[in-house]
């Protein structure tokens, strides 16, 4: 049994967290078409495909846990949902990938999420969740740590894209040099 007390204050600390994968996508939708977003690094996923998963997770995984926690009365267990990285699949085919859709869709689930949270009551924040190892956690637990799981992709995301654009940098100053040198 946990014995944390969520405040107000932590709640608003929760949903203004959550909210911050709202600019990142409204942010990423100006600079990702300048990347190769499908480009597979090694050990790796491609950017395309963890956006894909931080909105499969936050649509198949946490929200669904999120309302079963709020509407029954009974402790959920986590074991009783596919945790999102064993149901997600890749996606490969080049045909199917829509970057700017997929960035439109992870604003508008998240959007969702926000208001399923910001309709849960404090003291429905505390209610016990049974994680996947048999420890008791609390909603408010949960919600955290989908929030810091997002961060370290985005994180993921932003350090990719800043890779590219430097590779992309370096390689028009390779070009410049090479020209410049031609007209010598």
Known sequence: MTNQEITQEKLSELISDTEYLLDEAEALKYVIDSVPYTETPPDGMSIYNMLKLIDHAQKNYYRPITERVVSENRLIKLSDFEHFKESFEEVTDEEEINIQKT???????????????????????????????????????????????ERKVLKEIADLVLIYQNEREHQREINKKSSQRKSS
């Not at 309709?119 to 996947?132: A, F, K, T, V």
């Open 103 to 149: 960035l439109s869709k992870i604003i508008k689930h998240r959007a969702a999420i926000i208001n399923v949270f910001k309709s849960i009551s404090l003291i429905d924040w505390e209610r016990e969740i049974r994680g996947e190892s048999g420890e008791d956690l609390i909603l408010f637990d949960l919600a955290n740590k989908m929030v810091r799981d």
